[in-house]
């Protein structure tokens, strides 16, 4: 299996534009999380999807962040309008709930200028 | 709340020698999981090591085991014959319901040659 994909890898923008990144969990993984790392706050859980549903988005920072996930291979986390505080690295992971393990994708390291 | 505490900001080892990082977790759950996960420069997050509580049996993987001190709360990564290859960020993290991780504050591990 190819594991999580996230695109972008690297994303550079300017304060208040949109900023869209991608997510493809493995093949048969029911949970699909967003995390985002920063050294300031470490990992936080942002939203988790079971079976393409949002469960919990509590982590979410605010109403400029939505997450989407249309169908079992593909999510989106998007940003409209974004600011340097976004700055961070986004994780995308999957995992299957049988086991617990949380496979991540390399992240997005996204800044905003 | 699930709150995950890593004491140890960094730490180092001499290349063979055994280093051992700490972790204190609190949780309400009767039955979770806890896990170890590492980041390299590479920025990837990669399992090291998982822990099922209910079993009294400390995981091992290799040269990396756990002490798991479930009445305390506590558990530990011990890797023995340091490698160069393992200096990385580690992460300790533990299971909520749905697979959701709580992830410790990190502790750097640096290895000598």
């Known amino acids: 299996d190819a594991g999580v994909i996230q695109s972008p890898r690297h994303e550079v923008t300017e304060m208040g534009q949109e900023v869209t990144l991608r997510c493809k969990p493995i093949s048969g993984h029911n949970s699909l999380f967003w995390y985002r790392q920063t050294m300031m706050r470490g990992l936080e859980l942002l939203i988790y999807?079971?079976?393409?549903?949002?469960?919990?988005d509590s982590g979410m920072p605010e109403d400029r962040f939505s997450a989407k996930m249309p169908n079992a291979s593909f999510s989106t986390l998007k940003i409209q309008p974004s600011e340097p505080r976004d700055s961070a690295v986004y994780f995308c992971a999957s995992s299957d709930s049988n086991t617990g393990e949380l496979f991540f994708g390399e992240g997005s390291r996204l800044t905003v200028l | 709340a699930q709150t995950v505490t890593q004491s140890q900001p960094e730490m180092s080892v001499q290349e063979a020698e055994t280093v051992t990082l700490s972790c204190t977790y609190d949780?309400?759950?009767?039955?979770?999981?806890l896990f170890w996960y590492k980041q390299p420069p590479s920025r990837q997050m990669i399992l090291v090591i998982r822990q099922e509580a209910y079993k009294q049996q400390n995981a091992t993987e290799n040269r990396f085991s756990v002490n798991f001190q479930k009445a305390a709360k506590s558990f530990s990564l011990k890797i023995s014959d340091s490698q160069l290859g393992d200096a990385a960020m580690y992460f300790c993290?533990?299971?909520?319901?749905?697979?959701?991780?709580?992830f410790g504050e990190g502790t750097q591990l640096t290895v000598n040659p």
């Open positions: 949780t309400s759950e009767s039955d979770y999981y």
């Open positions: 999807f079971n079976n393409n549903v949002p469960i919990d």
């Open positions: 993290a533990s299971e909520t319901s749905g697979s959701r991780l709580t």
